[in-house]
């Protein structure tokens, strides 16, 4: 399986916009499904396949916990296909 970025994509089923508490974003990479939930005031939480793998608890607002919970997803995948690769 070869990395390909996430293409992150609100979920439709939540509300959205300034007035929503949480947003979530979602992804599809091969096998992994990937989640994002943030709050306007900077938390959110990071799962893969329904696993919490990151948390954020201190960044300024929404905006930075989503960026730094994506690096931490591309940088989650880029690891698990590597060592994938590695098995075979």
Not at 31 to 47: F, H, R, S, T
């Amino acid at each position: 399986m070869t990395f390909t970025k996430p293409d992150w994509r609100s979920n439709d089923n939540l509300p959205a916009g300034k007035g929503a508490t949480a947003q979530e974003f979602v992804a599809t990479v091969g096998d992994y499904k990937l989640e994002i939930k943030v709050a306007p005031w900077g938390e959110g939480d990071l799962k893969v396949n329904g696993r919490e793998i990151s948390r954020v608890e201190d960044a300024r607002n929404r905006r930075e916990a989503f960026a730094r919970l994506a690096g931490i997803a591309e940088r989650y995948l880029t690891e698990q296909i590597g060592k994938s690769r590695r098995a075979t």
